[in-house]
């Protein structure tokens, strides 16, 4: 594949990014003007409900005129609809471009490839899948949304290197190191919402929220069926939502989450505890793992979800290990 083309596809995902935690439930997308080799104007989607990537960067171009002789490189196919805001094609056909590269066609079933078609029909050469992996990898929260019909979902938990998830009087708080306990705040803040069993809030009273990173607080997911967890709990106090998926059981986790898509919740991160995790594995209704490792012993406690890391990669954080498994299934 052409070089020029991935060099500035690049780009777009460098931008795109900016916008985590800010436009759920729509995807991260970057654009990028280039005339000969010069970029004169790039943006992304910034926030929810405001102009989108190509808008933002049409914007930022001094000289419009210009774009006639440009390249116009976007991660995500052009938006075709009326949504939050008007169609970009329209936008990008009056300044007509001299073509236009996409990373991924947008499965919104509004867009899906209408966007192209269109742009090709006023004679716009459009170039598609550059670098597509990557470009699906960098949106599979929404890819995802769409296609599953329900959030992302990444099942966290740290365990001892002898796979205990806590120890014998249930606590799982000091498994992980320091630097691990931060990683997981930036993560939350990546997240539509967090979710656990009413165990882990029984036991470990967490609050759920950002506070070692800076970012949003995402909304707190409890599984109570039977609805035993004292309102004086720390998920309960009013630093953000909570909703209680009372009705969720080991037959019906799929539907349960299928059912979040109404609250346009793109992701949810399941933090625990092992009976949670375990149904979410068990019901195969998971995306992606991220395991910390530490080196410590629990001679008796509550075992973690049994994964096979044997292949897998992992970083180090300090003295803990980080798997990170994808779910490739389906
Ligand atoms: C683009 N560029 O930067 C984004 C796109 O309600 P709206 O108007 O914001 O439209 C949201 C939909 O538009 C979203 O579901 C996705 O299909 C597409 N997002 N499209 O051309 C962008 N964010
Ligand atoms: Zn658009």
């Not at 405001?50 to 171009?61: G, L, M, P, W």
């Amino acid at each position: 594949m052409n070089n020029y083309y991935k060099k500035y596809i690049e780009r777009t995902f460098y931008l795109a990014k900016k916008g985590q935690g800010k436009v759920s439930p729509n995807p991260l997308v970057g654009c990028v003007i280039v005339n000969k080799e010069k970029i004169i104007g790039e943006g992304y989607h910034e926030q929810y409900g405001n102009d989108h990537a190509e808008i933002n960067a049409i914007k930022a171009t001094k000289n419009n005129e210009l774009i006639k002789n440009s390249s116009v490189f976007i991660n995500l196919e052009p938006c075709a609809h009326h949504g939050k805001t008007p169609p970009c094609v329209k936008e990008l056909i009056k300044l007509q471009p001299k073509e236009i590269i996409i990373s991924n066609m947008d499965p919104n079933p509004k867009v899906n490839g209408k966007g192209i078609e269109i742009l090709k029909n006023q004679g716009i050469k459009v170039v598609c899948d550059v670098l597509k992996n990557r470009g699906e990898k960098l949106n599979k929260r929404f890819f995802t949304f769409i296609r599953k019909k329900r959030p992302y979902i990444i099942l966290k938990w740290a365990e001892t290197i002898n796979g205990m998830i806590a120890n014998k009087k249930n606590d799982s708080k000091w498994i992980s190191n320091k630097l691990s306990r931060q990683i997981v705040h930036k993560w939350r803040s990546y997240e539509d919402a967090i979710l656990v069993g009413a165990s882990t809030v029984e036991h470990d009273n967490p609050r759920l929220t950002v506070r070692n990173w800076k970012g949003q607080n995402p909304i707190r997911i409890v599984i109570d069926p039977k609805k035993r967890l004292s309102k004086k709990n720390n998920i309960f106090d009013k630093s953000s939502q909570t909703i209680n998926l009372f009705e969720m059981n080991q037959n019906n986790v799929k539907e349960v989450m299928g059912s979040l898509k109404k609250k346009n919740i793109l992701s949810v991160i399941v933090e625990g505890g092992a009976y949670t995790l375990n149904n979410f594995i068990a019901n195969k209704c998971w995306d992606e793992l991220r395991i910390f490792q530490s080196n410590k012993i629990f001679r008796k406690g509550i075992e973690a979800p049994k994964i096979d890391k044997k292949n897998l990669d992992y970083v180090n954080v300090l003295d803990n290990k980080l798997f990170i498994k994808y779910n490739e299934e389906d």
